[in-house]
Each structure stands twice: as structure tokens, then as C-alpha cells.
């Protein structure tokens, strides 16, 4: 059997040498790839801090646009929210294209005038929004004496008159004439329905006032504690003639109202036409015939002196 003969390297310097390179060519790649890997973490926890400051700075952007928005919408209620509106109606607005004509009516000097002051009583009901829209088609303001009506309805009516530019007038609460017999009852009264308004308006309505069936009706003691309040206070000349429970037919109403205005220079018309449907169905030719004569409607005013049925 022959003997294997073993391996034996010829060149120790030369095995040596070469295990050196390669292994300073491994620890060479190691490193490289560590120092890589470094960049890479490197880099991406630079871009993500770099994304998170622009989060935070869009965030706070936000949060001051939001503030901002916050800050306006506040400023526009608190602009927008006000206290209690007085409505002086004794106060001509600016470039008040009957400034003339109310001076006139002031001052007493009415000869020639042709006015008209159209006024509704013991509304508001739920053919007020008729009678408002019949007025807004001739581009007319009138005078509604309410009296304490309850309802979300009746709100409503209460605060389209005033949106509408017409006067809301006062004609007691409780329309009783009982309470003539005692002035503080019935000044009671009259405060009750001014409260109301002003509560469901969010107004001070000028104060000019109807006696429930007129002044005739009531006394000096009663007449002189609405003059002392400060009210003026208007009894009319001119009848629709629907105060009954029998009404004309509108024709007839009509006519009434016409003949009525010919024999005055300043009328004061008293109908019901939220009330009876004749008399709103009579409104729209009365109206247009007046206006076709050269007539000019107006809402009450204070300080203007109306027909009065009782002096004090």
C-alpha cells in the first residue's frame, strides 16, 4: 500500500499575504456598508424632521387662520347683535322725498295738501301677509294699530310690519273699554301691548295710539295720561264703513273711502281690512283712483296733529 504524501504548502509568506488582502478587503466592504447605511438613516430622519416642520408649520398656519376666522365671525355678531331699537318717528330720514309734505302737516298748514294715511285696526291676523302684499305692490307704507295677539304667527306679522317700514302702532292690549273707568288700568294696558311689541320686534315702535273706539269713547282722564306718556294719538275722518258685522260689498267700500278722502286735505282712513275680505278685496281700486289724483299716502309720524274726536 502506498503512503498518501501530505499537503504542504510551499510559501508560507505568500498564504499569509494573501489571507491579509482578503481580509482587508471584507473589513474594507463592511465599513463601506456601514458608512452607507449611515447616509441612508442619515438622510431619512433629516427628511422626516423636515416633513414634521412643515406639518407644524402648516398646523399652525391653520390654527391661525382658524383664530382669525374665529376673531371675524365674532366681530360680524357682535356687530351684527344690537340692543333695542327706538324707531323715532318724529325724525325725517335723510332725503326724505316728503320732507316738505310733513313739515306742512306739522306746522298745521294744510290747505291744498291731498294726503292720505291709511290705518288698520285690531290686526295683526292671518290675512295680514295679504294686506302687506296688496300695500308693497303700490310701493305704499301705512299705520297698523295691533292689539296683544299670541302665536308664532302673530309674531311674525308683527315683525313684517316693521321689516316692511310700516308703522305698529298701539291700540291697547285687551281692546276692553271697561278699562276707561280706571286711567292707571288702562294705561296699564297700554304699556302691556308696547312690552309685547317690543319684545317680539326687538324695537321701540313709536308711540302713537287709537282709543278702542275712539276717543269719544274714553274721557280726559284717560285722553290726558296718553298725552302725559308721550304718545300722540289719532281718531280718523274717513270710514271704509267695515266696522260692523255687516260689510258693505267691496264696491261700496270702495266708494267710501274715495268720497271720503275728496272732502279733506289731510284723511285719515279707518278700516278693518285685516279683517274683512270685502274690504281688502275694495283697497286695490281705492288706491289706485287716489294715487291717479295726485293723492299721497303716508305712514303716521309723532308730533303730527291727527283728527281728534276728544280735547283736552
Known amino acids: 500500500m502506498k503512503k498518501r504524501k501530505k499537503l504542504r504548502i510551499k510559501s508560507w509568506k505568500r498564504f499569509v499575504s494573501y489571507s491579509l488582502a482578503c481580509l482587508i478587503l471584507i473589513s474594507a466592504s463592511i465599513i463601506g456598508c456601514g458608512f452607507a447605511i449611515a447616509h441612508i438613516v442619515t438622510a431619512t430622519e433629516s427628511q422626516a424632521a423636515t416633513s414634521s416642520d412643515e406639518t407644524q408649520t402648516a398646523l399652525a398656519e391653520n390654527n391661525t387662520s382658524s383664530s382669525e376666522t ?3 365671525a365674532l366681530q360680524s355678531i357682535a ?14 330720514a335723510q332725503d326724505d322725498p316728503y320732507a316738505d309734505i ?5 306746522n298745521n298748514d294744510t290747505e291744498g295738501l291731498k294726503v292720505v294715511f291709511l290705518t288698520f285696526d285690531d290686526g ?5 301677509p295679504e294686506v302687506l ?10 299705520t297698523f294699530f295691533t292689539n296683544h295677539h299670541k302665536g308664532s304667527d302673530a309674531a ?3 315683525c313684517r310690519i316693521v321689516s316692511d317700514g310700516h308703522v305698529l302702532a298701539n291700540h291697547t292690549s285687551s281692546h276692553l ?9 288702562f294705561m296699564g294696558d297700554v304699556q302691556s301691548l308696547r312690552d309685547y311689541q317690543i319684545q317680539v320686534t326687538g324695537v321701540e315702535p313709536p308711540k302713537i295710539f287709537r282709543f278702542p273706539g275712539g ?4 274721557n280726559t282722564a284717560c285722553v290726558q295720561a296718553i298725552l302725559d306718556a308721550g304718545y300722540t294719538y289719532a281718531d280718523w275722518n274717513v270710514i271704509a264703513g267695515d266696522g260692523s258685522s255687516s260689510v258693505p260689498e267691496p264696491s261700496v267700500i270702495t266708494q267710501n273711502i274715495i268720497d271720503g278722502c275728496h272732502e279733506h286735505d289731510v284723511s285719515v282712513v279707518l278700516c278693518h281690512a285685516e279683517l274683512k275680505e270685502n274690504t281688502r278685496a275694495a283697497l286695490p281700486a281705492a288706491i289706485e283712483t287716489l294715487l291717479a289724483e295726485g293723492y299721497t299716502f303716508l305712514p303716521m309720524e309723532e308730533g303730527i296733529p291727527y283728527p281728534h274726536q276728544l280735547e283736552v
Open 177 to 185: 273699554y271697561d278699562f276707561y273707568s280706571d286711567p292707571t288700568l
Open 133 to 142: 302684499d296688496m300695500l308693497a305692490s303700490f310701493d305704499l307704507k301705512a
Open 124 to 128: 295683526p291676523t292671518p290675512y295680514t
Open 102 to 106: 310733513k313739515e306742512r302737516l306739522r
Open 215 to 218: 276717543s269719544a269713547n274714553a
Open 70 to 72: 374665529q376673531s371675524n
Open 156 to 158: 311674525a306679522n308683527y
Open 79 to 92: 356687530q351684527n347683535t344690537s340692543p333695542t331699537v327706538t324707531l323715532d318717528a318724529s325724525e325725517p
